[in-house]
């Protein structure tokens, strides 16, 4: 069965770096997301993307935040200059083209910024 | 903005019991959706609901997406001890974001 793919699984980070977090989302879904979850706390949307745009953002997605979908399989979050508060478990999830509304989590990255 | 109030936040309760959660709303939805999460894993979809008022069941789970679109029940019967985690109550309008309850953490004794 089809699934989403994220990469690293865990990342530990000084804090100023930047980090790149990876997922391939499923093939033929077209509405990818940026979630994270920090520890014991629930799931927050940071960013949508479709049709190679940002289509809606998070007020938690701000100038430290990007996102890229480089060669059409990738999507890609980039966080400029990594700050504390960001150590969280990033996921992506993508949702079919048409028709039903399901969104197909990631295994998640689990960002650690020491 | 868009905010789903699930309750209860947690649960304890033993082996063979039923369980039932709930999210609310101020706002209305178009899907509700229901995902389990284990530790350290991303949440898992457990069932979808389109339209008001329509009771779907998954096995021993049963979801409800209530009539006025602004709320939504699961219910889980005979719990086992793999139920044990944290499930969340999510919901959409369009092709909006998905936005998420805070989630019910459910323990288990045997």
């Known amino acids: 069965e089809p699934e989403v793919t994220q990469t690293p699984s865990h990342q530990v980070t000084q804090m100023g770096q930047e980090v790149i977090l990876r997922c391939v989302p499923i093939?033929?879904?077209?509405?990818f997301y940026w979630y994270r979850q920090i520890l014991g706390q629930k799931v927050e949307f940071l960013v949508s993307?479709?049709?190679?745009?940002?289509?809606?953002k998070s007020e938690i997605f701000d100038d430290q935040f990007s996102v890229e979908r480089p060669d059409g399989s990738n999507f890609t979050l980039k966080i400029r200059s990594t700050k504390l508060e960001d150590s969280a478990m990033y996921f992506c999830?993508?949702?079919?083209?048409?028709?039903?509304?399901?969104?197909?989590f990631g295994q998640g990255t689990r960002l650690t910024v020491v | 903005g868009q905010q789903l109030n699930q309750s209860p936040q947690s649960m304890f309760i033993q082996e063979g019991e039923d369980v039932s959660m709930n999210c609310t709303s101020s706002?209305?939805?178009?899907?509700w959706l229901w995902y389990k999460q284990d530790p350290g894993e991303g949440p898992v979809l457990l069932i979808a609901l389109y339209k008001a008022g329509e009771l779907t069941s998954n096995g021993r789970l049963t979801a409800q997406f209530g009539i006025t679109r602004k709320d939504s029940f699961l219910n889980i019967s005979a719990s086992i001890p793999s139920d044990v985690g944290i499930y969340f109550c999510?919901?959409?309008?369009?092709?909006?974001?998905?936005?998420f309850g805070q989630g019910t953490r459910l323990t288990i004794n045997p």
């Open positions: 706002s209305i939805f178009n899907t």
């Open positions: 993307f479709y049709n190679n745009e940002i289509s809606e």
């Open positions: 093939s033929n879904h077209l509405y």
């Open positions: 999510a919901g959409r309008r369009g092709a909006q974001k998905l936005v």
């Open positions: 999830a993508s949702v079919r083209p048409t028709g039903l509304a399901e969104a197909f």
